[in-house]
């Protein structure tokens, strides 16, 4: 991870690099923004530190990639939030990008403890946000966020991914504008999970890809997705991969810094 964080700063650019006017912009005006005055960042980092602080246990069911230090299936809220859960600044990336894409249906493949869904879900209120989660106590945990926050346009989806993205994706029968792959961190079922949703696209439809470096699999994985002929654009931010399907636009691949 190291050495491919090394290249990475030798590879990335700013927006010097950037030819694509569509790209300049959302890169000048909503990637590399540092908006913070957003008052739902101040509820929303108030509850990721409440859930840093709590010492409650819960049963967990992993059917991902798993985690690599705790093998016991008991685990505290704290040590979900600070492992599981995306850091303040991509949460605010994704509110930032769908306030300004304006998605009307949003997927998010991996709930957690339901931080960053949130951010997603204040960003557009009259969206319809659609989150898969396969651990029932998680998902539990999430709902009362959701509901707590007054979040009403959320719906989780229970269950393993393998079986619930491809029954629900027929189920809504709705165009897919925006979404968000955090769920099982491996080439297989990454590469899987992307090809079901390809047929639900438009053009301006974006899916955000995380922790692309996170092994050789996701690496691979990656590459795989850049390379697909449906795919016209894609921003490596290292810890994420943002991809575009834009009929006009010439097929690109940028490296920029975030």
């Given at each position: 991870m190291i050495a491919a964080y090394l290249k990475y700063l030798l590879r990335s650019g700013n927006e010097h690099a950037i030819h694509s006017p569509f790209l300049f912009e959302?890169?000048?005006?909503?990637?590399?923004?540092?908006?913070?005055?957003?008052?739902?960042?101040?509820?929303?980092?108030?509850?990721?530190?409440?859930?840093?602080?709590?010492?409650?246990?819960?049963a967990i069911l992993d059917l991902g990639a798993g985690s690599r230090v705790n093998k016991s299936n008991?685990?505290?809220?704290?040590?979900?939030?600070?492992?599981?859960?995306?850091?303040?600044?991509?949460?605010?990336?994704f509110n930032r990008?769908?306030?300004?894409?304006?998605?009307?249906?949003?997927?998010?493949?991996?709930?957690?403890?339901?931080?960053?869904?949130?951010?997603?879900?204040?960003?557009?209120?009259?969206?319809?946000?659609?989150?898969?989660?396969?651990?029932?106590?998680?998902?539990?945990?999430?709902?009362?966020?959701?509901?707590?926050?007054n979040a009403a346009n959320i719906e989780i989806v229970l269950g393993n991914i393998d079986h619930t993205l491809p029954e629900t994706l027929k189920r809504m029968n709705k165009v897919?504008?925006?979404?968000?792959?955090?769920?099982?961190?491996?080439?297989?079922?990454?590469?899987?999970?992307?090809?079901?949703?390809?047929?639900?696209?438009?053009?301006d439809s974006v899916f955000i890809f995380?922790?692309?470096?996170?092994?050789?699999?996701?690496?691979q994985a990656w590459e795989q997705i850049k390379a697909h002929p449906q795919v016209t654009l894609t921003v490596d931010l290292f810890w994420i991969g943002l991809v575009f399907f834009r009929t006009e636009q010439v097929k690109q691949n940028f490296v920029l810094r975030f």
């Open positions: 959302l890169y000048t005006q909503v990637i590399s923004a540092k908006k913070d005055d957003n008052p739902d960042y101040v509820a929303l980092k108030s509850l990721r530190k409440e859930l840093l602080r709590s010492q409650e246990e819960i008991l685990r505290k809220i704290s040590t979900i939030a600070r492992n599981a859960e995306k850091p303040a600044k991509f949460g605010r990336l990008l769908i306030q300004r894409l304006q998605p009307q249906t949003i997927l998010e493949l991996g709930t957690s403890l339901g931080l960053t869904t949130l951010y997603m879900a204040k960003a557009k209120p009259d969206a319809d946000i659609i989150t898969f989660e396969g651990c029932p106590e998680t998902a539990k945990k999430a709902q009362h966020h959701f509901d707590s926050s897919l504008d925006f979404a968000y792959f955090d769920a099982n961190h491996r080439f297989e079922p990454t590469v899987r999970y992307f090809e079901e949703c390809l047929p639900y696209i438009q053009n995380d922790d692309i470096y996170w092994s050789e699999g996701m690496t």
